[in-house]
């Protein structure tokens, strides 16, 4: 019993050596197989399909070429050196991730990750540059225009942009394109010397203090909140002066004289904006009054 026993563990044994073998014969076939095959096509495309911003597919295709040594049609498949391709492409500015890689069909695929510009920013020496999600500089583009938040006065330190500053921007533009209201009602923000960012709005003749901007989540709730309660009755224009910095709380300065016409117009104007962003894609939900000081 004892021998037969051995007899079936040697056979299953045997078996499943017999399958590695055969796998690894396999392998090793395809792989001298697309060594020897040669480059039938190429495909150069961003990961999500969109208009390339920052590379140009000119550039992605001579990298392939430099790193192959020669063209691309007709080459040998193992001619390109993959990987090198890929780091290559990495050090483009405007590039996060790239991938190439052969399909079945001996067909060059090459996939590019662009950065994503949140905001479009101008500093204090007056240049200008996008900043994708994680606070890095990007170049403008020459063949398209990216829409986003703009913000002037970015503090130029050292040879480069403020780090902190950077990061408050980036922070603000997320708030403002995660909400089709504040997408729609942000004009752009102004940087002082000291730090302090200040939003002109598209509708309305006020201005809207947010300081450091530290937390601008909570500063946007709560003038969301003074703009339903407070504006929507009384007109954009009633408070030339709107402070958001202090947590829990709005201080607004009152303007003395507001014309009767122009205070109905107002009226209509903000109840639009505020009907808008209650329909929009804004999670901002109404909590409790808030305290004002005028």
Not at 62 to 88: H, K, M, N, T, Y
Not at 219 to 226: D, G, K, V, Y
Not at 239 to 245: E, F, L, T
């Amino acid at each position: 019993m004892i021998r037969s026993f051995n007899i079936k563990r040697i056979l299953f044994v045997l078996f499943w050596a017999g399958i590695a073998v055969g796998m690894g014969f396999l392998i090793n076939a395809a792989w001298k197989k697309q060594g020897r095959a040669i480059c039938k096509g190429y495909v150069i495309m961003r990961n999500d399909d969109d208009s390339f911003v920052f590379i140009k597919k000119q550039d992605v295709e001579a990298v392939i070429r430099l790193r192959a040594g020669g063209s691309l049609l007709g080459q040998s498949v193992d001619r390109f050196p993959l990987q090198r391709i890929e780091d290559s492409l990495k050090k483009f500015i405007g590039v996060s991730d790239a991938q190439a890689y052969f399909d079945n069909r001996s067909v060059l695929y090459v996939r590019i990750q662009e950065r994503i510009p949140v905001a479009r920013v101008f500093t204090t020496l007056g240049t200008s540059f996008y900043l994708d999600s994680t606070g890095r500089s990007l170049p403008l583009s020459d063949q398209v225009v990216i829409e986003c938040p703009v913000f002037n006065g970015l503090k130029w330190v050292n040879g480069r942009a403020d780090s902190l500053q950077s990061m408050r921007i980036v922070a603000l533009a997320r708030c403002i394109q995660a909400d089709s209201f504040w997408s729609a009602q942000v004009g752009h923000f102004e940087i002082d010397e000291k730090g302090r960012f200040e939003l002109i709005p598209v509708a309305g003749n006020h201005r809207v203090q947010f300081g450091a901007a530290e937390d601008p989540a909570a500063a946007f709730h709560r003038l969301w909140i003074f703009y339903q309660q407070v504006l929507r009755p009384r007109g954009l224009d009633t408070y030339p002066r709107i402070d958001v910095q202090y947590q829990g709380q709005v201080v607004a300065s009152r303007n003395r004289y507001t014309a009767e016409s122009d205070s109905a117009r107002q009226r209509k104007q903000v109840d639009a904006l505020i009907q808008a962003g209650m329909k929009s894609d804004s999670t901002i939900q109404i909590t409790k009054p808030i305290k004002r000081a005028t």
